[in-house]
């Protein structure tokens, strides 16, 4: 299987995964540089898998629907594109002969889903959206930090050599607020400077892995000692896991 994120918007990827004939896309919110990449690659798009309702993840669903009839799986709880086959948590998605478990992630909309499917080249890999991204997680739109700290958690027990395919590139901008929360954290510290090569060579810094996130990401290390103190210097009333959280993110929120 080849993966590949294929650049759009600003700061999107649209990840194409193809056996060099067959191939499925997630979150086409644009469908001209997908439909670019099949005909490059002489592939035809079987399945279209749609994490959560927002524009830059469906807004080439239709287009590439009717140019390919490829079939379209989605969150049974969002407005998403017809016809489409509607998901939910416990759920299985199945295309290029692959299983995907679904795995509700509310926090950033409502009905938000994650697909998961334990073994792609040796690998579990992980569509999530804009769940989790590298160093960062979601802006609360629809749900709350509590929903979101349990969605999280849910991703962070996945195996660590998970294969995390985030949907944006914001990891040098989410990077420097993690240092700004844990400035004492090597592994961190290595990482940023690792993604700063990377994207000073026009590379992405995606994917990224569970091992990787647990080290860096302040949302997925809300529960350390060092995230909580910085948070209860940002807002003195954190106290548990959820107010802990969420004093982090609105943290994020104000990041400059």
């Known amino acids: ?43 035809q798009l079987e399945s279209i898998l749609v994490t959560h309702h927002h524009a830059d993840h469906t807004g080439g669903v239709d287009a590439l629907r009717e140019a390919t009839g490829a079939q379209v799986w989605g969150p049974g709880a969002e407005r998403i594109p017809q016809p489409y086959t509607h998901l939910k948590g416990g759920d299985t998605a199945r295309a290029l002969g692959l299983e995907f478990q679904v795995i509700d992630v509310p926090g950033h909309t409502a009905g938000h889903i994650a697909y998961y499917a334990p073994e792609v080249n040796g690998k579990p890999l992980l569509f999530c959206g804009d769940t989790l991204f590298s160093g960062g997680c979601g802006r609360l739109f629809e749900g709350t930090p509590a929903q979101m700290l349990a969605s999280l958690d849910k991703l962070a027990a996945l195996p660590g050599n998970t294969v995390v395919c985030c949907t944006h590139e914001y990891t040098l901008s989410n990077l420097r607020f993690a240092m700004a929360v844990e400035p004492g954290n090597a592994e961190l510290a290595a990482y940023q400077a690792k993604c700063i090569r990377l994207r000073e060579q026009g590379m992405p810094t995606l994917p990224s892995s569970i091992a990787q996130e647990l080290l860096v990401n302040p949302f997925l290390r809300t529960r350390q000692a060092t995230i909580m103190q910085a948070a209860r210097h940002f807002d003195a009333s954190a106290h548990d896991d959820t107010t802990v959280f969420a004093a982090i993110r609105q943290w994020k929120n104000q990041f400059k």
Request: net charge negative; charged share 20%.
């Open 1 to 43: 299987m080849y993966l590949i994120p294929i650049p759009a918007f600003n700061d999107n990827y649209l990840w194409l995964l193809h056996d060099g004939k067959r191939a499925l896309v997630v979150d086409p919110g644009d469908a001209g540089p997908v439909q670019r990449a099949l005909d490059e690659h002489a592939l």
